[in-house]
């Protein structure tokens, strides 16, 4: 057993590559005790071959990446395009006449490999073939090698009880299979071989297992047949998805059953709740070294390491766990998530507040995913699947918004799934107290609370107040500490003296120093503030985020500092400059705006969402990797991507018009000094005297509350939440829906929102409002007994609006439209169509430029412009606004501004060019592509509306292509391209030219080439983009076999099967 250990000890270790180990060394192991064991030799057949890689001068293929990148050292096992050039790219360099003898070898060793495939047991085995063939040849090459790459010596850890139960399993079924030779044999010795033959016994990653035990159930001919062909289109497919190399399969067969045995056994210690927690928190200990090879993190902080082994969360006690920004939240949560996907075996789903936090997720996790064998959901925009497809072995992680979180919990819930969701992460849990999206928060946990009892709820935050309501909301236990890895020092800027903040000094304050910049008049008057002084304490070698109440304000402020910094500054990354430049363009269709072209050269850009995602993307790379060295944005950069910052400055202490919250400031100033980019971070609040009070107040007071909205956000919130319980039969009686409101956030705080009505009058107010609207209907035919009297059930215009998601303010203005329409529809051209979708809600919020109203009405066809007169918008009275005219008639403004805003959309759909319409219309490109956007959900929204009620049947086929058209906006062949997370339009065009067409070709491309191919395309972007092709082509290819499992199952109620069974019985 001791030699075990020692075995699992370094088995443990082998695994990682070139970065070390998570944890110190913990123990000095002896050399004797240093015996490779079977997998150590595949890994240093890889590693061997690697470092042939490496040596390669002649064919510099293999790029070392030197960027401490998340995706460095990327080899997926689901791989095959890279390993198969690698593969090439080996057998050429062994072609060299002086690597012949080693061509041999390898050829011995292919041999070696064929022959092995029916030799079950005890003759020599590809193991000691290549041992001796990689053996020479690493003795051969480590004299060229650079030693800081491969480290001699393994750290070692110690071993927990669940690897040596796992150890003993694993030798127990090699004696199983009466293999004397093997139960005698030293690990050193035993071949891969023998193992992987003999792991797969237990396997659930083996296909062929699976086809084998299902065989087994069904023995007769026709069964047989059926499962030839369900095994030809599985293997095809499966061969297609994943094709690799012989060489490197077995290597991947070996390390894949290796670590489901691995997820066995850390799934037993789960499962036992002993004290034990695997070799990495119950988790596999390849997920120590993803870490260490994605993250580059290595070792827990202590906080973190307290918080996943605290009682409560072994228990799977529901939890809240608040650290200041840059703690490290977010590690925790993926821990305890992997736990759940690989030990549980339950799906997960994590909640985020924005698509771009979405997509940057599905990014990082999608590597975790191809290597640990679970799927990477993304819930945004416009992706995901309502219900999601059931999955038959592995596991989903579902990455969602706060919406499509909701909508999907409410698809589980229909379909009797919600218990298979095990554990639901919410990042940003403060959020909850935000506006309708707060309401809808709401509304999803306390769904799942009171639906699933299996399905734990973990809440993270920095900004979080009084936490005793959400526990109580979430009964929850809640963890705290006030880490932060990088110290943040906060200073505020009065005219020319800089205070730190200093919570001990009578006023908040000390004096900290003089600003002495050498200001000249001219610039005084332009930078009053001083904003150029401390920008250039920073740039360019650190980078800065200068926080701005408006949108406008950003690119000013951005213009301004420019004007004002030395022409040095544009030497700084000039060339990178150039290429950001260049690539803007090239994905804005040749256009450049004016303030980017102006500020970029000096490494300055402004952010906000005037942006396109396209240029916005762009810019955050051009930021996070230094080239640009300011953004000047609006607070919605707080929350959003993490960027990094040396110094946060805040403009003024206000977000447009309002002054600054606590918890907006810390959000903020939380960008300085992220862990992992810098060593320190400070921010300054720049104020007028005027200010000073409440700045001195708000920074020494404490975070505000968070408070629900489910009532406020009514038809958003406390309406559409009664509507969805009915719907979905959660809770169709008065009393019930009364329980389920008590256990809300709202019921928590009930007595202090609304200390004048009782929760009761609430619910029975709102219940009266949904039936009078026609939503809703009380069930009266049974009697007049009190308690059928309670009962409800949702009209078929209910279910129409619930199963749309339409906001109830609008709900019977969408039918009484469409309802018109089918007197009447103008199907000559879209127009009608994209009237009927343009979201109420962005009208109501519209000022049309009558002028441009105006002209772009005239250059309709007589039959478009019957639209606005079908619709009730007259010529004439577009004609009198553009002209000053006043006008007496009264007409809706909504109907008006939604026409204004079709004409846009429909512009868009002809033109596909988001700047020139937002030239034509002049508005921001940003909101421009949000409008649409918010076109193609609502259409989306309308076509499931149309779905539940039979009188619209007409629209549905109609409604299908236009949210097609809406959604992706482009031409039809770049539409499979854009479905891979993170390519957008002008990426996808320049994939497709360079003869990257389906999905197949983006997860067989070689990132390497990529970037050779693509302009300026970075490593992480390429590997990023590969990776989750690779995931997407992966989950189609799963769905493609469940359908044909499905397809080829024998039907339970199959004569045969019913009668044999009634016979035996
Ligand atoms: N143990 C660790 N060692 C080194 N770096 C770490 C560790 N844990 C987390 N990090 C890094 O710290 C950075 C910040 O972590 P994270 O994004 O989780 O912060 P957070 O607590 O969620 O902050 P915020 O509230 O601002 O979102 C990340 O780059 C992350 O990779
Ligand atoms: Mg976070």
């Given at each position: 057993m001791d030699e075990g250990g020692s075995r699992i000890r370094r088995r443990v270790s082998v695994r990682k590559r070139n970065r070390p180990s998570l944890d110190s060394v913990s123990t000095a192991c002896p050399a004797t005790e240093l015996k490779p064991s079977d997998e150590e030799k595949e890994d240093k057949e890889m590693e061997a071959g690697s470092r042939r890689r490496k040596t390669v001068d002649v064919q510099p293929v293999e790029i070392i990446d030197s960027e401490e990148d998340m995706f460095g050292d990327y080899d997926s096992f689901a791989e095959n395009s890279l390993l198969a050039q690698v593969d090439d790219l080996e057998q050429k360099y062994l072609q060299l006449p002086e690597h012949r003898n080693h061509a041999t070898d390898h050829a011995t060793e292919d041999l070696c490999s064929g022959s092995n495939k029916h030799n079950t047991l005890n003759v020599p085995t590809v193991g000691d073939c290549t041992e001796l063939n990689i053996d020479e040849h690493m003795k051969n090459q480590s004299r060229h090698e650079d030693v800081s790459i491969e480290p001699e010596a393994d750290i070692l850890y110690d071993v927990p009880s669940s690897q040596v139960l796992f150890f003993e399993n694993l030798y127990k079924s090699s004696s199983d299979l009466g293999d004397p030779s093997t139960e005698e044999k030293d690990w050193n010795s035993s071949s891969p071989k023998t193992v992987n033959e003999k792991l797969p016994v237990n396997s659930r990653e083996q296909p062929q297992q699976t086809v084998e035990s299902s065989s087994k159930i069904r023995p007769s001919s026709d069964a047989n047949m059926r499962k030839s062909l369900k095994d030809h289109l599985k293997s095809t497919m499966t061969g297609n998805a994943k094709a690799q190399t012989p060489i490197f399969s077995r290597t991947k067969q070996l390390k894949e059953t290796l670590l489901s045995e691995e997820i066995n056994v850390a799934k037993k210690t789960i499962e036992s709740s002993s004290d034990d927690l695997g070799p990495f928190y119950s988790l596999p200990s390849k997920v120590r070294d993803l870490y260490v090879q994605f993250k580059g993190i290595e070792k827990l902080y202590e906080w973190q390491h307290t918080c996943l082994t605290l009682k409560s969360v072994q228990e799977r006690k529901n939890l809240i766990y608040s650290l200041p920004t840059s703690g490290g939240k977010t590690l925790v949560a993926e821990i305890l998530m992997l736990q759940e996907l690989l030990c549980r075996r339950k799906d997960v789903l994590m909640i985020l507040p924005y698509v771009a936090i979405v997509q940057e997720k599905i990014s990082g996790l999608s590597s975790f995913g191809i290597e640990l064998g679970f799927f990477v959901e993304e819930y945004a925009g416009s992706k995901g699947k309502f219900p999601p497809i059931k999955r038959r072995e592995k596991k989903s992680l579902y990455i969602a918004t706060i919406e499509k979180g909701h909508s999907l919990v409410n698809s589980l819930i229909e379909t009797g799934r919600i218990s298979s969701l095990g554990l639901v992460v919410v990042d940003e849990l403060h959020m909850i107290g935000e506006g309708s999206r707060g309401a809808i928060l709401e509304m999803t946990l306390a769904k799942i609370l009171y639906t699933s009892k299996t399905t734990q709820i973990i809440g993270m935050s920095a900004t979080l107040n009084n936490v005793e309501d959400l526990q109580e909301f979430l009964q929850a236990e809640y963890?705290?500490?006030?880490?932060?890895?990088?110290?943040?020092?906060?200073?505020?800027?009065?005219?020319?003296?800089?205070?730190?903040?200093?919570?001990?000094?009578?006023?908040?304050?000390?004096?900290?120093?003089?600003?002495?910049?050498?200001?000249?008049?001219?610039?005084?008057?332009?930078?009053?503030?001083?904003?150029?002084?401390?920008?250039?304490?920073?740039?360019?070698?650190?980078?800065?985020?200068?926080?701005?109440?408006?949108?406008?304000?950003?690119?000013?402020?951005?213009?301004?500092?420019?004007?004002?910094?030395?022409?040095?500054?544009?030497?700084?990354?000039?060339?990178?400059?150039?290429e950001v430049i260049k690539n803007l363009k090239n994905v804005s269709g040749g256009n450049l705006c004016r303030v980017l072209k102006h500020t970029i050269p000096f490494g300055v850009a402004y952010h906000h969402s005037g942006l396109t995602s396209n240029e916005r993307k762009l810019l955050e790379e051009a930021y996070s990797t230094g080239v640009l060295c300011l953004f000047t944005?609006?607070?919605?950069?707080?929350?959003?991507?993490?960027?990094?910052?040396?110094?946060?400055?805040?403009?003024?202490?206000?977000?447009?018009?309002?002054?600054?919250?606590?918890?907006?400031?810390?959000?903020?100033?939380?960008?300085?000094?992220?862990?992992?980019?810098?060593?320190?971070?400070?921010?300054?609040?720049?104020?007028?005297?005027?200010?000073?009070?409440?700045?001195?107040?708000?920074?020494?007071?404490?975070?505000?509350?968070?408070?629900?909205?489910?009532?406020?956000?009514?038809?958003?919130?406390?309406?559409?939440?009664?509507?969805?319980?009915?719907?979905?039969?959660?809770?169709?009686?008065?009393?019930?829906?009364?329980?389920?409101?008590?256990?809300?956030?709202?019921?928590?705080?009930?007595?202090?929102?609304?200390?004048?009505?009782?929760?009761?009058?609430?619910?029975?107010?709102?219940?009266?409002?949904?039936?009078?609207?026609?939503?809703?209907?009380?069930?009266?035919?049974?009697?007049?007994?009190?308690?059928?009297?309670?009962?409800?059930?949702?009209?078929?215009?209910?279910?129409?609006?619930?199963?749309?998601?339409?906001?109830?303010?609008?709900?019977?203005?969408?039918?009484?439209?469409?309802?018109?329409?089918?007197?009447?529809?103008?199907?000559?051209?879209?127009?009608?169509?994209?009237?009927?979708?343009?979201?109420?809600?962005?009208?109501?919020?519209?000022?049309?430029?009558?002028?441009?109203?105006?002209?772009?009405?005239?250059?309709?066809?007589?039959?478009?412009?019957?639209?606005?007169?079908?619709?009730?918008?007259?010529?004439?009275?577009?004609?009198?606004?553009?002209?000053?005219?006043?006008?007496?008639?009264?007409?809706?403004?909504?109907?008006?501004?939604?026409?204004?805003?079709?004409?846009?959309?429909?512009?868009?759909?002809?033109?596909?060019?988001?700047?020139?319409?937002?030239?034509?219309?002049?508005?921001?490109?940003?909101?421009?592509?949000?409008?649409?956007?918010?076109?193609?959900?609502?259409?989306?929204?309308?076509?499931?509306?149309?779905?539940?009620?039979?009188?619209?049947?007409?629209?549905?086929?109609?409604?299908?292509?236009?949210?097609?058209?809406?959604?992706?906006?482009?031409?039809?062949e770049l539409v499979p391209l854009m479905e891979v997370t993170g390519v957008l339009e002008g990426r996808a065009r320049q994939l497709y030219n360079a003869g990257y067409k389906s999905l197949t070709h983006l997860a067989n491309a070689n990132p390497e080439v990529l970037i050779r191919t693509i302009d300026h395309l970075s490593r992480r972007q390429a590997k990023q983009i590969v990776s989750s092709a690779k995931m997407l082509l992966h989950e189609k290819a799963e769905a493609l076999q469940e359908e044909v499992e499905e397809l080829l199952r024998l039907p339970s109620d199959f004569p045969g099967i019913v009668a044999s069974s009634t016979e035996k019985a």
């Open positions: 963890y705290t500490s006030q880490f932060r890895p990088v110290e943040l020092k906060e200073y505020l800027k009065i005219n020319d003296t800089i205070y730190e903040v200093d919570s001990r000094a009578e006023n908040g304050m000390t004096f900290s120093r003089l600003l002495n910049y050498k200001y000249s008049d001219t610039l005084k008057k332009m930078d009053p503030d001083q904003l150029v002084a401390l920008v250039t304490e920073v740039i360019p070698n650190y980078s800065c985020l200068v926080f701005c109440p408006t949108k406008k304000n950003c690119e000013n402020v951005a213009e301004m500092i420019c004007k004002s910094l030395s022409k040095e500054y544009l030497k700084h990354k000039e060339k990178e400059k150039q944005c609006t607070s919605t950069l707080a929350a959003g991507v993490n960027l990094p910052a040396r110094r946060v400055i805040l403009r003024a202490p206000y977000v447009a018009k309002e002054f600054l919250k606590k918890n907006q400031y810390k959000q903020m100033i939380g960008r300085a000094g992220r862990a992992g980019i810098d060593s320190v971070g400070e921010s300054i609040l720049i104020l007028q005297e005027k200010d000073k009070q409440q700045v001195l107040e708000l920074i020494s007071r404490p975070l505000e509350n968070c408070y629900s909205h489910l009532v406020q956000e009514f038809t958003k919130g406390i309406q559409a939440l009664f509507l969805s319980l009915i719907g979905l039969k959660i809770a169709t009686n008065l009393d019930d829906i009364y329980r389920f409101m008590s256990g809300t956030f709202f019921g928590v705080q009930q007595k202090v929102l609304l200390k004048e009505k009782s929760l009761w009058e609430i619910t029975m107010e709102s219940l009266r409002y949904l039936t009078e609207k026609g939503l809703l209907q009380k069930d009266t035919i049974y009697g007049s007994e009190e308690e059928f009297q309670n009962n409800f059930h949702i009209t078929k215009l209910g279910r129409a609006s619930f199963k749309g998601t339409i906001d109830l303010a609008y709900c019977d203005i969408l039918y009484r439209d469409l309802k018109k329409g089918l007197e009447g529809l103008m199907l000559e051209s879209l127009l009608h169509l994209i009237y009927l979708t343009t979201p109420y809600d962005m009208a109501s919020q519209c000022d049309p430029d009558w002028m441009i109203y105006f002209r772009q009405f005239n250059q309709l066809s007589p039959a478009e412009q019957n639209v606005a007169a079908l619709v009730g918008v007259s010529e004439n009275f577009i004609g009198k606004k553009a002209s000053g005219q006043a006008i007496r008639k009264k007409v809706d403004k909504n109907i008006v501004n939604r026409l204004y805003l079709s004409f846009i959309l429909y512009t868009l759909l002809k033109e596909t060019n988001i700047w020139s319409v937002s030239e034509k219309f002049n508005m921001p490109r940003g909101y421009i592509q949000s409008l649409l956007s918010g076109a193609a959900a609502f259409s989306s929204c309308v076509l499931h509306f149309c779905e539940e009620l039979e009188e619209f049947w007409a629209y549905r086929a109609l409604l299908g292509e236009l949210t097609k058209k809406l959604t992706y906006c482009v031409k039809a």
